[in-house]
Nanobody, 123 residues
Framework: QVQLVESGGGLVQPGGSLRLSCVASGSIFSIVTMGWYRQAPGKQRELVATITSGGSTNYADTVKGRFTISRDNAKNTVYLQMNSLKPEDTAVYYC?????????????????WGQGTQVTVSS
């Protein structure tokens, strides 16, 4: 069983900061990519940022320069530091992981999603 558990969401005023965390646990051999997506009411889920096992990062244009993704490989954890938050950043943020899982005799590559954490930016 593999689980992604997010934390760190909440209510913040415009211009404020939040830090999201996501821990992957279970029968994980390696992590290919981890990242964050978000979904605002009435909109499709969209990419926020991803980070590969080698540390390469990718950001949505809307968050470049404000958000920073990082990871702790030893803890199977990915972080999203969100600064200069805007009301349009309000959404449910989902952790994503592209993992190699299974047993020694049978490994497979699979995608996993967390349950989401609400981020609300409002005065």
């Amino acid at each position: 069983q593999v689980q992604l558990v997010e934390s760190g969401g909440g209510l913040v005023q415009p211009g404020g900061s939040l830090r999201l965390s996501c821990v992957a646990s279970g029968s994980i051999f390696s992590i290919v990519t981890m990242g964050w997506y978000r979904q605002a009411p009435g909109k499709q889920r969209e990419l926020v940022a991803t980070i590969t096992s080698g540390g390469s990062t990718n950001y949505a244009d809307t968050v470049k320069g404000r958000f920073t993704i990082s990871r702790d490989n030893a803890k199977n954890t990915v972080y999203l530091q969100m600064n200069s938050l805007k009301p349009e950043d309000t959404a449910v943020y989902y952790c994503y992981a592209d993992l190699i899982v299974g047993t020694i005799s049978m490994k497979q590559r699979r995608d996993y999603w967390g349950q989401g954490t609400q981020v609300t930016v409002s005065s």
